[in-house]
T-cell receptor, first 117, second 113 residues
């Protein structure tokens, strides 16, 4: 398995532009997580999905952020309009079905480094 | 919700010495505690985890201890090597539910020669 795949790896954009980050989870994993990492706030959970359904989006900073998971193998995180304070590394992670005796390990993608000028 | 505190924020040790990182959590229902290692510019990767039904787990030079009564858990690295230099994150969650990992703020470990 190739692991969690994210694209693009680097994104530089200007303030006000729309940014779309993409993620392909590990095949067979039921959970998908979007995180944001900055020096100031560390690793923050933005939203997570279970079987393509958003379960908890309480970490989404504001209405400019939206996430979708149209099928089990693809998710997007969109920022519109982007602002300089959105500059961060965005990680996608996936996890297998959770249950008694099953590991809850989250497997992270390589991340997308976003710079908003 | 769950709150995880991690100490110290930075730690410098000499090669061959031991390193200890400590975390506390607030939700007594939490029962799964993983540790992630993140090298510079890389993704976080799981290095060891522990569940609440055991008090200690060891994997070669890495060990984790858990005290459920006090709600704290620790990562121990023995015989540190330069390649151990990284940021380490602890986390806590409740297994068996549609729950999420709550991460600590990270510890930057520097192993000097």
């Amino acid at each position: 398995d190739a692991g969690v795949i994210q694209s693009p790896r680097h994104e530089v954009t200007e303030m006000g532009q729309e940014v779309t980050l993409r993620c392909k989870p590990i095949s067979g994993h039921d959970y998908l997580f979007w995180y944001r990492q900055t020096m100031m706030r560390g690793l923050e959970l933005l939203i997570y999905f279970n079987n393509n359904v958003p379960i908890d989006d309480s970490g989404m900073p504001e209405d400019r952020f939206s996430a979708k998971m149209p099928n089990a193998s693809f998710s997007t995180l969109k920022i519109q309009p982007s602002e300089p304070r959105d500059s961060a590394v965005y990680f996608c992670a996936s996890s297998p079905h959770r249950g008694h005796g099953v590991r809850d390990t989250q497997y992270f993608g390589p991340g997308t480094r976003l710079t908003v000028l | 919700g769950e709150n995880v505190e991690q100490h110290p924020s930075t730690l410098s040790v000499q090669e061959g010495d031991s390193a200890v990182i400590k975390c506390t959590y607030s939700d007594s229902a939490s029962n799964y505690f993983p540790w992630y290692k993140q090298e510079l510019g890389k993704r976080p990767q799981l290095i060891i985890d522990i569940r609440s039904n055991v008090g200690e787990k060891k994997d070669q030079r890495i060990a984790v201890t858990l005290n459920k009564t006090a709600k704290h858990f620790s990562l121990h690295i023995t015989e540190t090597q330069p390649e151990d230099s990284a940021v380490y994150f602890c986390a806590a969650s409740i297994t068996g539910t549609a729950s999420k990992l709550t991460f600590g703020t990270g510890t930057r470990l520097q192993v000097t020669l």
